[in-house]
């Protein structure tokens, strides 16, 4: 890989990882959905999850595939830098005790381009995120509380 690219990745993946640190005011206040409390079952924060409608999910606990399916589409804004999270309907992955994989419907909008999140670890107090070949940690801390979609109100 170029090495200019890669360091033009890197800073853009630090500025959308930054802005997991500070959670949205517009948080889940009320008693999280069955799907949220799952998140805690594999040693993740409910606050991975929007605090939208979850209509249902699934997880296959010898295979690992997940799926979670939400009334809409959710749009975050994270703060301070106001970066557009969005997460799918439909979100899918593996899921294993600590290690979230190959996960699809939750992308970060950054300088005009829009960045997958493919890959959440939790270890120990902090959380990994993986974008492409790059990682960044943040202290789980800052996802007890799921952020509120834009524009909806959550059902429950």
């Not at 107090?125 to 109100?153: A, W, Y």
């Amino acid at each position: 890989m170029n090495p200019k690219l890669l360091f033009v990745f890197v800073f853009l993946l630090n500025l959308i990882c930054d802005s997991f640190q500070n959670p949205n005011p517009k948080t889940l206040k009320l008693a999280p959905s069955p799907a949220h409390l799952e998140l805690a079952n594999y040693g993740f924060p409910v606050g991975l999850l929007p605090a939208a409608t979850v209509l249902g999910y699934a997880v296959n606990r010898t295979s690992g595939d997940f799926s979670v399916r939400l009334g809409s589409a959710c749009k975050i804004t994270l703060p301070p830098d106001n970066y557009v999270a969005t997460f799918s309907d439909n979100i899918s992955g593996k899921i294993v005790k600590g290690k979230i994989a190959e996960i699809d419907g939750i992308r970060v909008r950054a300088f005009f381009k829009w960045w997958s999140i493919t890959g959440i670890r939790s270890s120990g107090d902090d959380i990994l995120f993986d974008v492409g070949m790059v990682t960044k940690k943040f202290p789980s801390k800052n996802f007890d509380r799921s952020p509120g979609c834009e524009g909806q109100h959550s059902a429950w």
